[in-house]
């Protein structure tokens, strides 16, 4: 069975930092990009961050740029996303997300999701 599990997330003030994981179970995880959506309060689910298999390739939304890193540890089967100077903004569930390559998972072509980590960011 394919599972993704996200933990890390949790109430945070603006300015401050949190470290989402995401560990995933089995082969699922090699071979495989990963990345991270967000979904806040009716609104769209939305492209965060991707790394490819071998993390030598990164995408990352132009809200997130320069504030939050994506990484992964292959050996551990797990992928990170560093989130530093939040902003009430960045208030959403997030989600973790498997596919191909990094590529898709940043046009949407998700194999797999995780099923999300609540971050919220007060003002």
């Known amino acids: 069975q394919v599972q993704l599990v996200e933990s890390g997330g949790g109430l945070v003030r603006a300015g401050g930092s949190l470290k989402l994981s995401c560990e995933v179970s089995?082969?699922?995880?090699?071979?495989?990009?990963m990345g991270w959506f967000r979904q806040a309060p009716g609104k769209e689910r939305e492209f965060v961050s991707a790394?490819?298999?071998?993390?030598?390739?990164?995408y990352y939304a132009d809200s997130v740029k320069g504030r939050f890193t994506i990484s992964r540890d292959n050996a551990k089967n797990t992928v990170y996303l560093q989130m530093n100077s939040l902003k009430p903004e960045d208030t959403a569930v997030y989600y973790c997300a498997a596919a191909a390559n990094a590529a898709f998972v940043k046009n949407g072509g998700i194999d797999y999701w995780g099923q999300g980590t609540q971050v919220t960011v007060s003002s």
């Open positions: 089995g082969r699922t995880f090699t071979g495989r990009a």
């Open positions: 790394i490819s298999w071998r993390g030598d390739t990164t």
